[in-house]
């Protein structure tokens, strides 16, 4: 590709992803804010088990935030009732969290929420283009999680 051409590429993929991202930082945002839940908070709530507990850094690790950070999320899931969080019983070094019947419910709620959202805005989309949609989507993952990796050598970290 010409240079030029590969820079008008360049600034329009970054422009799309840019803006992709923002509407999804929004739509978190207005859905997760009528649970009562700031987006970080409902994003760990949906990453822990139904049933089930996961180690901190298990969930550390699962939501790519250093473990300072993941204490202070689940603190105030804690204190909001959603996420109870104990020694492991095999490791008392391990501290375990899971969601109490209130998280169960929100994680529910959440999940079929944000689906919902997602369900009715890609409805549009013609079924013979979705297949097109999510193979270059994830090339264009694939490619910005080399560079990361390349240009900082930390790896993708996504959930």
């Known amino acids: 590709m010409e240079s030029e051409q590969l820079g008008d590429f360049v600034a329009r993929v970054h422009s799309l992803t840019s803006q992709l991202v923002r509407n999804h930082e929004l739509c978190d945002r207005a859905c997760l804010a009528r649970y009562g839940v700031?987006?970080?908070q409902?994003?760990?709530v949906l990453r822990l088990p139904h049933e089930g507990t996961l180690s901190m850094n298990e969930l550390s690790?699962?939501?790519g935030?250093?473990?300072s950070t993941m204490t202070r999320m689940v603190d105030q899931l804690v204190q909001k009732g959603l996420v109870l969080r104990h020694l492991d019983d095999t490791d008392r070094r391990v501290v375990r969290v899971g969601l109490t019947p209130q998280g169960r419910e929100l994680r529910g709620a959440l999940g079929k929420a944000?689906?919902?959202f997602f369900a009715g805005v890609?409805?549009?989309i013609r079924e013979e283009e979705r297949s097109a949609i999510v193979y270059a989507l994830e090339r264009v993952n694939r490619a910005m999680a080399r560079?990361?990796?390349?240009?900082?050598g930390c790896g993708q970290r996504t959930g």
Do not use: I
């Open 38 to 40: 700031t987006a970080s």
């Open 42 to 44: 409902g994003y760990t």
């Open 61 to 63: 690790k699962s939501m």
């Open 65 to 67: 935030v250093d473990n």
């Open 114 to 116: 944000l689906q919902d």
């Open 122 to 124: 890609l409805d549009e």
């Open 147 to 152: 560079g990361v990796e390349a240009c900082c």
